[in-house]
């Protein structure tokens, strides 16, 4: 008996459902078209002998822009069912599409204009397009197959349209609102990045190119877009930056022509006035026309990025080749040589024991002395001055900063990347942090400008100025480096005597002089394009060249600041955990002796620093 229930209870939900569903189609259906159209076998042959299919498809119509209307509101001739075999054509404008926009607007619309645009673009077929190429011309379904029917970013509640109707008595008013609302707001009705992928469905699509023809850098045209930085705001959902449709569209979006027509946005002759427009770059100079959106590697193209490209792999493969033998040598030489222990804190210094008299001693006697002398973890003697240690901790915020907010749009493709864009508040504002940065990075560099200068003046005032002591690179860094090389191979006994700044620390300033002028002078272009097209030489050869090496040598400096920097001066052993010179300005004793033995000598002379030679002969043990 409950099993009859139940199945009595299925069976009238059922019916239920199979009503409300019926009423609904018969609702937008009230004189039974779908009687006979719902049949897909519905077909019949006109006059002419070609063969119609009138099959009507009621899902895709509910859920198309005229789920509203039906049938005879727009088959207007049919009175009677059955009908008669023919109909008259359809005419959209007769009511819809102008009388009821002109009750609105007071204008006429249809999309006569649309279609007539469409038909002139690039797009629409050519009379001389072979069969192959106009049957893969998009039609206006292949764009609007998505619902067009886009709902606004606010829609008026049921009161104000009320209020509306108090004198618009026309019937459907919010619908066609709601329908044409955001096209007054947008150029668009889909997102810019659902633009980007609507394009690339045909123009990256290897078949497509083919049978078009498209070579060269036109068959790149996708892949040069998806590396711009327009593409990666997109991507990290930013708005306010160029897709396609951008630059390719004229006055309207279906006017997209080819280059070589005289009308086309992108025409030599006009591209300077799309670049123009507002939101883009109003205040640019006819001269950003020579910038390169699609930055092609094709020899026909862009010769010199391919150059550029392949010199940058090359320097990053030697300068990493370079400095991680120098490291392996190094880490390998001081512990075969009980130079240090891994953790600093915990080395011990060595027994001296040296068959020579006691008293004062002459530097240098004892080989390898920083050995056999105790220190400070924190620092013994002074190495850098307070504006230096400012410099060195504004570069250490703001390259991190620089990291954590570019190098993400570089690696735009990594889930890591959009995690962290995410996390720092998106997109926007993570480019507002990046260029308030890039700000203190520049005024850092200017600051330690002015303390190069002024310090120097004042050291050649007092005659103190020795340009040993600076980073500037000399013939004994080259000499110092060998015989560095020798030493970590066990070939000779001892390091040689080296300056304030050993060969290590020139590598890494002049490495900083060079990626900080590059990231200056191209991040200034990135943000100011429409004034340095004005004053760069050769402006759509060094505006190109500057953009790539920003990337480029922005993922340079973060592996040698990272892999070599960081490792020389807190992991290495003997320096690990960390060296507190970069917050204090002390360096330790055995680190000074080791290597810049040459200024320790200074120090003692000036009677900054103890004599540790007569401290360890006083004390040692003699053989």
Known sequence: ????????????????????????????????????????????????????????????????????????????????????????????????????????????????????????????????????????????????????????????????????????????????????????????????????????????????????????????????????????????????????????????????????????????????????????????????SNIDSHLSKHKDKGLEITIVEAAMQGVMFFTLFILFTLMGMETYGRLRNKDARFLRWLRVPQTLALGMPSGKSLLGSIPNLHRYVTFTPKGDYPRYSLHIVINHVLVAITFTVAVATGLPLYFHNSEISHAVINMMGGINVTRVIHRFNAALFTFNCAYHLLVLLFGTITKIRNNTFDIRRTQFPLWKDVIDLYHDFRYFLGLEERRPCMEKFMYKQKLHYLAMVWGCSVLTLSGVCLLFPETMVKYLPLPKVSFNLLRLLHADESVLAFLVITLWHLYNVHVAPGRFPVQWTFWNGWISKDHQIEEHFLEYQRQVQEGTAENEEEKLTKGGTPT
């Open 1 to 288: 008996m409950n099993h009859r229930k139940v199945a009595l209870f299925v069976f009238t939900a059922c019916l239920l459902l199979l009503e409300a569903w019926c009423t609904s189609v018969s609702a937008r259906d009230p004189e039974n078209c779908l009687f006979c159209h719902k049949y897909r076998r519905l077909r019949g042959y006109d006059e002419k002998g070609v063969l119609h299919n009138y099959y009507v498809d009621a899902k895709l119509h509910n859920d198309s822009i005229h789920r509203d209307v039906t049938c005879i509101d727009c088959h207007s001739d049919i009175d009677r069912v059955p009908h008669k075999p023919e109909a008259q054509k359809v005419d959209c404008s007769k009511e819809c599409h102008i009388e009821r926009w002109k009750v609105i607007s007071g204008n006429a619309f249809s999309h006569r204009e649309v279609a007539e645009n469409f038909r002139k673009s690039i797009h629409g077929v050519k009379s001389d397009d072979p069969p192959e190429v106009a049957q893969l011309k998009p039609t206006c379904k292949y764009c609007h197959l998505d619902d067009v029917y886009v709902m606004p970013e606010a829609i008026p509640s049921d009161k104000v349209f009320e209020r509306c109707l108090n004198c618009h008595k026309e019937r459907g008013l919010k619908d066609i609102f709601i329908h044409i609302s955001h096209r007054f707001k947008h150029k668009h009705s889909r997102p810019p990045l659902q633009i980007v992928e609507l394009c690339s469905s045909c123009h990256a699509d290897k078949d497509f190119q083919n049978i078009v023809g498209f070579t060269g850098a036109r068959a790149e045209v996708v892949e040069t877009y998806k590396e711009t930085i327009h593409y990666r705001i997109l991507q990290f959902g930013g708005q306010e930056t160029a897709d396609c449709i951008s630059c390719h569209a004229s006055t309207t979006i279906h006017d997209i022509r080819p280059v070589s027509d005289p009308q086309s946005s992108i025409n030599p002759d006009n591209r300077f006035r799309t670049c123009q427009a507002e939101g883009c770059h109003p205040q640019a100079s006819a001269k950003i």
